[in-house]
């Protein structure tokens, strides 16, 4: 059976979600953030960090690798979409999410909502939203007069961009001026499986 290694409150909630998406059987193996640099979770993921999944002898790290490796090898058309081209589209909207969204998103949840008040920094999180500014807008032209990423399906792309995403929620980052952009966020977080991954909290 699948294993998932990772604490529902980490990236590992990403690709639990993507797991209840999928309706396939996985053991959740609910390891701390705190114990990812211990020896026996750095023999699965020598970088110390979580979520790892061991699908039989097969064992990867990297929550957006774990999520396109498993729509790919259990998913099918149209969360694992049938083309190559939206295989592309696929990786690029993910990709884009761990490099446009999550740094400044990171920055941004930790100096408003983490971090203890002493350590928060307000020019910090103020400049993080402004660098957001640009991605989002994107993102919310792109979405004007569609559904979901790819089209009119809700794929693996709109589950690893809202799954990065969401913390905008978690930490309020005023979503009001990319209408489109939020409207489609809040569709995606409500979806049955993603409510039984916050259920595990
Ligand atoms: N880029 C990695 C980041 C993994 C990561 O940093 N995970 C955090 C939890 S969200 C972690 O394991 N922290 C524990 C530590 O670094 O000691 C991914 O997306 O999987």
Known sequence: MLKIHGTVRSRTARTLWALEELGVAYEHVPTDSSQAKSSGHLALNPNGHVPVLEDGPTVLWESMAINLYL???????????????????????????????????LTFLMHRVIYPAERRDEQAAKQAADTL?????????????????????????????????????????????????????????????????????
């Open 133 to 201: 500014k640009a991605p989002l807008r994107m993102l919310n032209d792109h979405l004007a007069g569609r559904d979901y990423l790819l089209g009119s399906d809700f794929t693996v792309a709109d589950l690893n961009v809202a799954s990065v995403l969401s913390w905008a929620l978690f930490g309020k980052l005023d979503l009001s001026g990319v209408p489109a952009a939020e409207t489609w966020l809040s569709k995606c977080v409500k979806r049955e499986a993603n409510q039984r991954v916050y259920a595990m909290r």
């Open 71 to 105: 729509a790919e090898k259990y998913g099918r058309a149209p969360f694992w979409p049938s083309l190559p081209e939206d295989h592309g589209r696929c990786y690029m909207w993910s990709f884009w999410a761990m490099t446009e969204l999550e740094p400044h998103l």
